[in-house]
């Protein structure tokens, strides 16, 4: 069981801090609360400390006594830091690395996995100066959780509302399990091996300017490369057609088509681990016209040949990755039909998601995972923390 570092941020969703001590208790972990001056104006250390069943720290200064613990290693005693709430002003700090009180100066000293819970108004966590202080931290292996949306205290309505405590532990539960499993979403758990990464879509053409697409947004696919390559892992990545940025650390190859697809991925062997999130078309053109069709020629009369299936190739060929990952998006009997492609296509584990939602394009994804251990129903999350969780997961099955 975990040791919680808990900063409290000054919001109103401060209040929910003490529920959150009662339901990471009630769980096994121990939480040591550190409460800024903004979070002093909600809840009190008195009410804290009592919940907690430990001292409640509140500036910099308490520190000094040589019977009290140094910010240094009140930091790294810790197994996971937790700010929650995350206030926008604190994201900010954080990624400024702004140390101008004892919370702010435990983030930067710790060498800890830090997770925050950001709880804010609607249009101060869509602004563009707090999303990219999100990216940043999430760049830096913090795992950042999407906040909730819905009705908030000051009258608005979106994202900006911190879940329910419960669901918070949930959230980050796989980091919480035990302390070797901390050192994710940073760490070295995969040094030395070579993760293979498909994602995005394909197109297939029809003519020179035409092509057959499909909704995939690239985000989840990108986000397992960007978590391999902080797991310490060498990352390639085979990517579709798709405008996002190349993660750091990651060696990125360009396709547009099935075909290409199969080919780089091919080329990219040997790899210890394969995850297939690229959602392949299963079909091409065969009579893809070499010259713009016309309108005047009348509505094309297309003729399809199948596209080769990549996980079925990898499955079969003699450098098969040990560990081959595939995605299923279903918008019916999920967990069925991807039981059925696990065996079908000879993966060793399936990643299930519901894709009758806004899940394609979306920022969050509601996966099972399917090995041949049985199926695990995992929280909806971001697309960054499935990432981190199946990194983390997988890490533990090649160690
Ligand atoms: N996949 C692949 N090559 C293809 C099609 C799919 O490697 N030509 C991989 C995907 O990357 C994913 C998994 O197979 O990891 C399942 O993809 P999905 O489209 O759900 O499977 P299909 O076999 O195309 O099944 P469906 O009939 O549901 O479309």
Redesign the pocket.
Known sequence: MARILLIIGGGIAAYKAAELIRVARKAGHSVTPVLTAGGAHFVTPMSLAALAESPVYTSLWDLKDESEMGHIQLSRAADLVLVCPATADLLAKMAAGIADDLATTLLLATDKPVVAAPAMNVRMWLHAATQANAAILKSRGVMVLEPDEGDMACGEYGPGRLPEPADIIARISPMLKSRGALELPGGQALEGRHVLV?AGP?HEPIDPVRVIANRSSGKQGFAIAAAAARAGARVTLIAGPVALPTPGGVARVDVET?QQ??DAVQIALPADVA????????WRVANAATSKLKKGGGPPALQFA?????????AEHPDRPRLL??????THDIVG?AQS?RT??G?NW??ANDVSGDVMGGARNRVHLVTDRGVEDWPDQSKEDVAAHLIDRIAKELN
Not at 275 to 282: N, T, Y
Request: charged letters at 15%; a neutral charge; glycine letters at 2%.
């Open positions: 498909t394909t099935a697809m199969v995850i297939l999130v690229a959602a392949v078309a299963d199948p596209n080769p299936d990549i996980l079925r190739t990898l990952v595939g995605f299923a998006a279903e039909n492609k079908a296509k993966a399936i990643v």
